[in-house]
């Protein structure tokens, strides 16, 4: 007994010497990321329609943008990644010019932009991640911080994600939160200025210096908002699937919360019930836009890929949403990149979107100043609109091309133009420039 | 709405039904099958109907927040 005792023992003690031993011995881990990767973007969108909010949901939406961008994306080593992320927007628009459209040096008009200071801004944002792996792959979180300012809006946002992986990387479950802490700067309507708590009203340098025509006992309801913050809370998930060798799809669901100033100070609304004013060829406001303290929005959407052969691959996506304001909304796209060589890719796209309107949009005119909540603000109405795309992805996965320390791996350019059935319509060309540090 | 609860049961039962190895995923790996966006500059778009639509979210854009839009 004895024997067996001290036998047994004994190969406990071996077996765990050799677990031990198979623990000492070094497995191969890929790097999540091999080297620094530096993005190069930029876009160009322009748009015009008959809408504009500025001047209470009629004028020109003119308006022209351009974001450069910078990504750089740093290994800090086998499994951490740091990604900086910063750009700009410039823009000009001719409604944001009509916050004060007697500024210009033509009759102030809303199909017409003013020339002043109001018409161009610049937005600046700075991001960064920082991802981790785990050893197996099976396991990713990140963490997040932005901040964006300009002129009317500071933002300060953080968050964070976990991703888990399983069933052979077959299967992967994501959670997101972001949180995102908002403040305004508001900026008003130039005529209703005179009307806050200590202004002088119709005394003002405004009235002095132009002629009131139409309604001259021009009394409007200004909305000073004393609460300028702004915070939005959201949480995803996410469900991704391989269905087949040549099949996967995903499920992703968001749902925010948004309190505090949610209405845009400088859009203005004008009331059924109250006689029109002007200065010239421009209606004098009768109130700015006022919107609920709180929403609660809840997206659904699904992405199904098919890789039909080394030619065409198809890219289909859905969204369902809903929200708290009586929105109702759904988006489909496909895409079908084309691969017309080993190193060019051309991406035809379609894209659909139908929403209804918010319950506190009205036209223009139509609001009563007797209503609770007001906006003549488009983006909130109705309608339906088409996108129509192209791009072409160019990719050296040997990087041929040198520039100083950097090898180019792709180049990507897209175009795409939308329509509105209200009658706006964009055009955004964009593209980017990928390369990796050596 | 009942369609997507359907199409969401059938994915979740799929996930105990499939599994491809990892010498088996070449259609999947090509970079066009990722799901969500494929290059950088896909954010651009994303960020454009943000701005101009009401619907935000389960697009892996912006949802809200960080911006004077809706």
């Known amino acids: ?438 | 709405m009942k369609k997507f609860i359907v199409i969401t049961l059938l994915i979740a039962g799929a996930s105990s039904c499939t599994v491809v190895k990892e010498y088996e995923k070449v259609y999947l790996n090509d970079p066009q099958m990722m799901l969500g966006k494929t290059k950088k500059s896909d954010r651009f778009e994303t960020n454009f109907q943000a701005y101009r639509e009401a619907a935000a979210g389960a697009n892996g854009g912006k949802t809200g927040g960080g911006c004077g839009c809706n």
């Open chain 1, 1 to 438: 007994m004895k024997q067996i005792t001290f036998i047994i023992v004994s190969l406990f003690g071996f077996a765990g010497f050799a677990q031990q031993a198979t623990d000492s011995v070094a497995t191969y881990k890929k790097r999540v990321l091999e080297t620094t990767e530096v993005d190069f973007l930029a876009s160009y969108y322009t748009q015009d329609g008959n809408n504009a909010a500025v001047s209470g949901g009629i004028g020109t939406e003119k308006l022209t943008d351009v974001t450069p961008t910078i990504v750089v994306s740093i290994p800090l080593n086998d499994d951490d990644v740091l990604t900086i992320d910063g750009g700009v927007s410039a823009y000009t628009s001719a409604s944001s010019s009509n916050i004060n459209p007697f500024d210009g040096n033509q009759p102030a008009d809303p199909f017409v932009e003013s020339t002043g200071a109001s018409s161009s801004d610049m937005w600046t944002n700075l991001t960064g991640t920082f991802t981790h792996n785990s050893d197996d792959r099976n396991k990713i979180w990140s963490a997040k911080l932005s901040v964006s300012s300009e002129y009317d809006y500071f933002s300060l946002g953080f968050g964070g994600s976990y991703t888990r992986l399983f069933n052979e990387k077959n299967t992967e479950i994501s959670v997101n939160a972001n949180v995102y802490l908002d403040t305004w700067n508001s900026i008003y309507p130039y005529e209703l200025r005179p009307f806050s708590e200590n202004g002088s009203g119709l005394n003002s340098n405004l009235f002095n210096a132009h002629t009131i025509t139409g309604n001259t006992n021009y009394t409007p309801i200004f909305n000073e908002f004393s609460d300028e913050s702004r915070n939005s809370y959201s949480l995803g998930l996410s469900f991704s699937q391989i269905l087949s060798k040549r099949a996967q799809g995903s499920l992703l669901v968001d749902v925010v919360q948004q309190q505090g100033l949610l209405s845009t100070p400088f859009q203005r609304v004008y009331f059924a019930d109250v006689e029109d004013s002007f200065i010239e060829n421009f209606q004098l406001a009768d109130a700015n836009e006022l919107l609920p303290d709180t929403r609660f929005k809840l997206a659904l959407g699904g992405r199904l890929n098919y890789y039909l052969n080394e030619t065409f691959v198809f890219r289909t996506y859905y969204r369902f949403y809903n929200d708290d304001w009586g929105i109702t909304s759904h988006t489909a796209k496909i895409e079908i990149p084309t691969k017309i060589s080993s190193k060019f890719t051309i991406i035809p796209s379609y894209r659909f979107y139908s929403q209804s309107a918010a319950d506190y949009f009205a036209p223009y005119e139509q609001h009563l100043s007797t209503d609770q909540f007001y906006t003549s603000d488009y983006d909130l109405s109705k309608f339906t609109a088409n996108q129509y795309g192209l791009g072409v992805t160019y990719t050296d996965i040997f990087t041929g091309f040198h520039l100083w320390k950097l090898a180019l791996k792709s180049i990507d350019l897209n175009y795409h133009y939308y329509e509105r059935n209200t009658g706006l319509n964009a055009n955004i060309i964009s593209g980017g420039f990928n390369f990796i540090v050596f």
